[in-house]
């Protein structure tokens, strides 16, 4: 077990919390829900995507200035497509859960039915998008 | 008008020391990005699309394109810099880190906003 961590903004240690006490397990015992699962996904992806963007933000300026070469690596190598591939993914995953979200915070769908099947929904919706852009995108070679 | 005593405004209890402006700004922004983010699918696939454009701007001559290209940026990474800070508040407690990851990352936020603003103005 690891040492609890105090929370305070003023990081006072004492003699008490430099000693390993026992805590209980977490992630190791708990039942993966799609509540749960549905929620790290969206920090998850949240993260990734905000990355992404950097990345393509600055792909948008080197390609604009240098032609083709900036984005060669992206389209044409399995990795880059690969990449994109993920990233897309990520993107519909967080654009459906985010309006999920938005209608948690306008008080509608909290019931736990309600919210499995929106959470279901979600994930459909997520996999139908990302493969038909994709079809679409490799179509077009 | 805020029921917090001006104790508790002064020192800014709590890893995140105000959060409902931050909350809501997030959902607006949220909000401007669902249009937003199928006008930039649309975008790719019209890049994916016409085999002589070797680039996004290709279409951004137009003004209406280069504004919402603008704005999915923008709003996009205003966005993400809230979001990037939940994320900090909630794993890193340590001061001076925490500090310095999100003024980083609101510092490399908004030079690519005003670096991809430019890019789109150049186009023109």
Known sequence: ?141 | MSIRTPLAQAKGLGSAKDGVHHWWLLRVSSVALIPLTFWFVYIVLQVCFSPHATSPAYFLSSVYQSVAMILFIVVGLYHGMLGMREVIEDYVHCGCIKLALLTLINFVSIVSMVVAVLTVFNVQ
């Open chain 1, 1 to 141: 077990m690891g040492r609890l961590m105090s929370h305070d903004a003023h990081h006072q240690t004492s003699n008490a919390s430099s000693v390993d006490r026992p805590l209980s397990p977490h992630l190791t015992i708990y039942k993966p829900q799609i509540s749960s699962m549905l929620s790290i996904a969206h920090r998850l992806s949240g993260v990734a995507l905000f990355v992404g963007l950097l990345f393509f933000v600055w792909y948008l300026v080197l390609s604009t200035y240098h032609g083709v070469e900036a984005f060669a690596f992206l389209t044409n190598s399995i990795l880059g497509r690969f990449i994109m591939f993920l990233w897309s993914l990520a993107m519909y995953y967080h654009l459906y859960n985010g309006i999920r979200h938005l209608f948690w915070d306008a008080g509608m769908g909290y019931e736990l039915t309600t919210m499995r099947k929106t959470g279901w929904l979600t994930i459909i919706l997520t996999l139908v998008s990302t493969l038909i852009t994709w079809a679409l995108v490799l179509g077009s070679y």
